[in-house]
């Protein structure tokens, strides 16, 4: 594994481990968004796998799915035509960056959090938007 490779993987389980504790103050359980999807129904979110990391000009974000998305892709979606499953759960935590102040070269690590959002597929609960809800937490 590379450098580079190894510092992601690092930035990135920090990452979900920092949203936790920063969401760990709010009663956090109790949100919920109008439609209904509230953030108790990602409980343990902090321990999924990690999909994707990113940069932005301003921010550090990190995409963690469920076991049933993980499942899915393993399986070949969305490249093998077939639908997502009920199930799917994704977790999107954004911060704003810095320059890491520890690290001896450039490298922008996340600094103050600045959201967790969460989409959710389950076609029975959410039939008017084809079984997809979304919800943002800003903070």
Known sequence: MTRSASLVIVISVSAAVLASIALAAQDKYTVRV??????????????????????TENGIKVILANPAMIKAYRNGIPGNGKLFPDGFKVAKIEWASKKSAES?????????????????????????THGWAYAQFPL
Do not use: H
């Open 34 to 55: 109008p439609n209904g999807l509230a953030f108790s129904e990602f409980r343990g979110y902090e321990n999924w796998q990690d999909v994707a990391v990113s940069q």
């Open 104 to 128: 001896p070269y450039f490298v922008m690590v996340p600094d103050t959090l600045k959201s967790v959002s969460f989409i959710e597929k389950d076609t029975k609960r959410f039939p008017d």
